[in-house]
């Protein structure tokens, strides 16, 4: 079966620094992969997306992330963080029904001034 | 282009009851995908349906129905609520059941159960 792991449950940045966020996957064939941010109270938007081809996709809101297949994994990545990004972020996998999303326990980001 | 709604916002109910929750798809999607997201955790899938029939069930117990109508618009019926049950229920659509298409998600009906 499908599953998600991200190892980080809480991480602090300050405003203006780098971000990763780690995901990790399980997944037998090529994985569809997607990385969703919610705000409080909000639903979910999507960041980006990896379904073949470039290893490094780019996302909304300056996010990319890079999928290495060799290590079953798929980072978030932004250069500089704004106070506007603290929010959850999700990692997830396409499931075996396609289209059903297997999403790992998030990662809270809070943003230092 | 209006997106996903849902509706109620918030719920409060007791153990036993049953609640009905809705969503609108967005214009032009055919399939819908409801998720329960406990606090603290991430959405886990429900169900699918696409084109009114039921596509793909995650494991959850037959006390949790749906529905899919004409209009693409969907509703999450649940009976003999538990306490466990209390949790953020996202609904999301797309424009097929395939997984290249981006989901879409409502900003979900908080239920409570007391």
């Known amino acids: 079966a499908q599953s998600v792991t991200q190892p980080d449950i809480h991480i602090t940045v300050s405003e203006g620094a780098s971000l990763e966020l780690r995901c990790n996957y399980s997944y037998g064939a090529t994985p569809y992969l997607f990385w969703y941010v919610q705000s409080p109270g909000q639903g979910l938007q999507l960041l980006l997306k990896?379904?073949?081809?470039?290893?490094l996709v780019q996302g909304i809101k300056g996010f990319e992330a890079e999928f290495k297949r060799s290590q079953s994994s798929f980072n978030l990545r932004k250069p500089s963080v704004h106070w506007s990004d603290a929010a959850e972020y999700f990692c997830a996998v396409e499931g075996e029904y396609g289209n059903k999303l297997v999403f790992g326990a998030g990662t809270i980001l809070r943003v230092k001034s | 282009e209006t997106g996903v709604t849902q509706s109620p916002t918030h719920l409060i109910k007791t153990r036993g009851q049953q609640v009905t929750l809705r969503c609108s798809s967005q214009?032009?999607?055919?399939?819908v995908s409801w998720y329960q997201q406990a606090l603290g955790q991430g959405p886990q899938f429900i169900f699918q349906?696409?084109?009114?029939?039921?596509?793909g069930r995650g494991n959850f117990p037959p006390r949790f129905s749906g529905l899919q109508f004409p209009n693409y618009s969907s509703e999450l019926n649940v009976n003999a609520l538990e306490l466990d049950d209390s949790a953020l229920y996202l609904c999301?659509?797309?424009?097929?059941?395939?997984?290249?298409?981006?989901?879409?998600f409502g900003p979900g009906t908080r239920l409570t159960v007391l």
């Open positions: 990896y379904f073949s081809g470039d290893t």
């Open positions: 999301a659509s797309s424009r097929s059941q395939t997984g290249v298409n981006e989901q879409f």
């Open positions: 349906y696409y084109r009114e029939e039921e596509n």
């Open positions: 214009s032009g999607h055919n399939t």
